[in-house]
């Protein structure tokens, strides 16, 4: 469940043609793992080991290889011709080869057991529901999800910063490039019992602004604008579902079917707003998605694909614990008072040295501390961006952020367990536990077939012949009993639910037991 995200940094003689996700294999040692992320420039890999008690050897070769699975058990319906296939390896191909100069253990390991630690930092993502999560490399959905916007208000991130806090000082929670809010939580300890059992956890979170409130409450998290909705350029690639009155949204992003859509909303407000910059302090967000109430007010079609999506149960709670010295900015802040040219007023420069690189919330040009004085008063080696003004943060660039030094835990959502005006407790459950208690969705008999009688699982094309999909065997020509005698016609053509009425048919590629059990459906 808990896993470090990397555990070594492999310093190599040409990181060239490595590729991030791709596996590593050491030629001398037989040491075996997966590469979390290159740097070219630096010829450095940040590789995940399958097993902690291998090590890679200094000098010895190494290479990438990209493995080729097929099969339909992942991603591909199964059709009335092809039936359910297994994952296999199909091929194997070495796309980069190497040797290592040096090895470094991960940083992260070295700040967990510091004497003197940094502020532990707690990233929080809620997804719902759980098939819109992982995302694409771009940050879209992924999966059953693929295709449409996020769901309404998600995914949610928040963060919870562990150290001293300083009453007149701000913070600022950006990892990867990733903005979280900094909330108030608390989160109960993870223990794992003698037996291996993770125990459950509850997770408070504050419910500042009734944030949470309004999301526990909205029985129309998850859906999609069937009529009105366009697609739009998000993260830099297509993505479904879009209200195209949002402001990076122009025709040219947009399919035949949007552009008709994008007509029908012009024409329902009627006030030129489609570019409006008035249309995202509205919505929120530009290339925002639909809501059920815009879906409504401009008597669009909208589709629930949750029933009912108050609780946020069954969504998924990804937790990355970090430090505060790998985020992207160091957390503390101040803002600015007053400034003119490179010198900045800012209300306390407590968390400010000089020699530290900073920049404004406003963009990424960057400049160095040259002098401090008067605890308020910053002298730069240059000016920040020109829009910079009045009010915003000074961040401070973290000469040693690390995105890949952190360790990641997943939960599902159990149950709200309560609500109020200041908090909201949730009961979180591993990936495992949850699915023991939503499935098996089927019983495992040995002679009993639950499938529907030529349904979309049996497939059975007979009587009167048909090839039984997936073989090249024939059904059988007769209609069949349920004693699995002859009958004497069509009508009299009822699946007995049991191995030999497939047997029969010549169809128990599709048989819906588990002849390999020792469980049958106990006598009455």
């Known amino acids: 469940m808990t896993a470090r995200n990397y555990d070594i940094i492999l310093t190599v003689a040409d990181a060239t043609d490595f590729v991030s996700g791709n596996a590593i294999v050491g030629v001398t040692s037989a040491t075996v793992g997966f590469i979390a992320n290159v740097n070219i420039t630096a ?62 253990p991960s940083p992260f390991i070295a700040e967990k057991n510091a004497f003197t630690q940094n502020p532990i930092v707690r990233l929080y993502e809620i997804y719902y529901p759980g098939e819109w999560f992982p995302t694409t490399p771009e940050g879209n959905p992924t999966g059953d999800g693929e295709g449409l916007s996020w769901p309404t208000n998600f995914p949610l991130k ?163 614990t970090t430090f505060s010295n790998f985020l992207d900015v160091w957390p503390e802040h101040s803002s600015i008072k007053y400034f003119t040219a490179n010198v900045i007023e800012v209300y306390n420069a407590m968390p400010y040295r000089v020699g530290d690189s900073v920049r404004s919330s406003r963009g990424s040009t960057s400049a160095t501390i040259q002098s401090i004085q008067e605890n308020r008063f910053l002298f730069l080696t240059n000016e920040l961006e020109s829009n910079t003004t009045v009010g915003d943060d000074i961040f401070i660039i973290n000469a040693d952020a690390d995105t890949e030094s952190y360790i990641e835990d997943n939960f599902k959502v159990d149950q709200l367990e309560s609500l109020d005006t200041t908090t909201a407790d949730f009961n979180l459950v591993t990936w495992l536990q949850y699915f023991k208690q939503v499935t098996p969705r089927r019983k495992y008999y040995k002679n009993t077939c639950q499938w529907q009688y030529k349904g979309e699982e049996c497939q059975y094309p007979g009587p009167a012949g048909g090839t039984i999909p997936g073989t090249t065997l024939t059904a059988n020509t007769n209609p069949i009993a349920a004693d699995n005698t002859t009958a004497s016609g069509p009508e009299g053509d009822i699946c007995g639910k049991n191995i030999l009425a497939c047997t029969i048919r010549n169809n128990s590629i599709h048989f819906g037991g588990f002849p390999a059990t020792g469980r049958t459906i106990p006598k009455q």
């Open 158 to 320: 928040f963060a919870d910063v562990a150290g001293d806090l300083v009453s007149d000082l701000q913070y600022n929670v950006t990892y990867n490039g990733e903005s979280y809010i900094p909330f108030p939580v608390n989160l109960t300890s993870i223990s794992q019992a003698t037996d291996g059992q993770i125990n459950e956890l509850t997770l408070t979170v504050f419910n500042v602004d009734n944030i949470i409130s309004t999301l526990v409450e909205d029985p129309y998290i998850v859906g999609n604008n069937t009529s009105n909705a366009c697609v739009a350029n998000v993260n830099g690639v297509p993505c479904h579902g879009i209200d195209p009155r949002t402001i990076n949204f122009t025709p040219a992003q947009v399919g035949n079917v949007g552009e008709i859509a994008f007509d029908t909303l012009t024409r329902a407000r009627g006030n030129g707003l489609a570019y409006s910059a008035d249309v995202v302090s509205l919505y929120g967000k530009s290339n925002a998605s639909f809501t059920k109430e815009q879906t409504e007010s401009v008597k669009g079609t909208w589709r629930s694909l949750k029933n009912d999506s108050r609780d946020l149960v069954g969504g998924v709670v990804n937790i990355k």
């Open 43 to 104: 010829k450095q890999l940040k590789v995940k080991l399958n097993n902690v008690k291998q090590e890679f050897h200094d000098s010895e070769t190494i290479t990438s290889n990209s493995v080729v699975i097929s099969g339909t058990a992942n991603g591909v319906l199964n059709t009335l011709t092809v039936p359910f296939q297994s994952n296999v390896r199909a091929s194997e191909t070495t796309t980069a080869t190497t040797t290592i100069a040096s090895q470094a």
